[in-house]
């Protein structure tokens, strides 16, 4: 079996599971383009370009987590470092640490842990249901206002939710300090002004 077809596989079991589209383009690291190609395989067309990123094997196993996340933490204290031209003692260190529903969840607590920052969570719009979906902070953890950000997801695929989450921060009076991603699949170094650092970038070679 090619690993298109597990792809395609994986996505209808999911579909079948109940998830939605956006769900499993979470689950998949994959754009939501790609995801629904992946579901409906239209005929005359060809699959979206697109690169499939799996890291279950550090996801799954709680140690490897947590060095995966303080590898986030040091690429934004020395990405901070040469951005500002500084000594890394000389980076403040983040008041708040923003997890991005689901997979930048469990790397934004750890950060929080470790830094004696305050957590919360974003769900993105493309979670909420309605004609006209949002984007919005979790009530149950801390609020943002008047606090410097760090914000923490696993992948940028498309830029858009942390076009979205940044936006949404900052119209809350909080100020984001950085995005600090495992996979950047966009190759882009700041959204509006706010920089981005990954402990990898991902490129394609046509």
Not at 25 to 51: N, V
Not at 108 to 131: D, N, R, S
Not at 150 to 160: A, F, H
Request: hydrophobic share 40%.
């Amino acid at each position: 079996m090619s690993s298109l077809d597990e792809l395609i596989g994986k996505a209808k079991l999911l579909h079948s599971e109940g998830h939605g589209p956006s769900q499993i383009a979470d689950e998949l690291s994959l754009s939501m383009e790609t995801i629904t190609w992946l579901l409906t395989q239209q005929k005359d067309t060809e699959a979206p370009k697109d690169i499939h990123i799996n890291w279950t094997f550090v996801g799954g196993n709680a140690d490897m987590l947590r060095d995966a996340a303080l590898l986030l933490l040091k690429s934004y204290y020395y990405g901070e470092a040469t951005e500002r031209d500084c000594d890394l003692t000389e980076v403040p260190a983040p008041e708040l640490v923003v997890g991005v529903a689901h997979s930048g969840i469990p790397l934004a607590t750890i950060i929080a842990a470790e830094e004696g920052a305050q957590f919360t969570m974003y769900h993105p719009k493309k979670h909420a249901q309605g004609e006209n979906p949002i984007g919005s902070i979790s009530g149950n953890f801390a609020q943002v206002q008047g606090k410097h950000c760090l914000i923490i997801d696993d992948v940028i695929t498309s830029g858009n939710t942390m076009k979205d989450i940044i936006a949404h921060l900052k119209k809350h009076g909080s100020v984001p300090e950085a995005v600090c991603v495992l996979f950047n699949k966009k190759n882009i170094r700041d959204i509006d002004g706010v920089p981005i650092y990954s402990l990898f970038q991902v490129s394609r070679i046509d």
